[in-house]
């Protein structure tokens, strides 16, 4: 585990090549598209323990392009809310 004390890093090449690919995405230019309003719009949330991300795209010619992206921490108060009510506030959070 990367985690453990005294444990030594090995990057291997699948690894770099993964890390590059990512690196790339993220320079590429757009990243981020503007709004059409004659396509429908999607919301892509992910809810881990105590965090959250929001996706807003839109599908055009059969491609995803990203309009809106966010993630946020969920305080000691939110952490304890049930899983319908940290859906809502992502909800909320991502509108």
Do not use: H
Not at 18 to 44: G, H, S
Not at 45 to 74: E, H, N, W
């Amino acid at each position: 585990m990367l985690l453990a004390k005294d444990t030594p890093i090995i990057f291997f090449d699948e690894f770099l090549e993964a890390l590059y690919k990512v690196k790339e995405a993220l320079i590429t230019v757009p990243l981020f598209n503007y709004l059409i309003e004659v396509f429908p719009l999607k919301l892509r949330v992910k809810l881990v323990i105590i965090t959250f991300g929001v996706v807003f795209r839109q599908q055009r010619d059969k491609k995803p392009y990203v309009i809106y992206c966010a993630s946020k921490m969920l305080d000691e108060a939110q952490e304890n809310y049930t899983t319908n009510k940290k859906q809502l506030l992502v909800v909320v959070y991502a509108i």
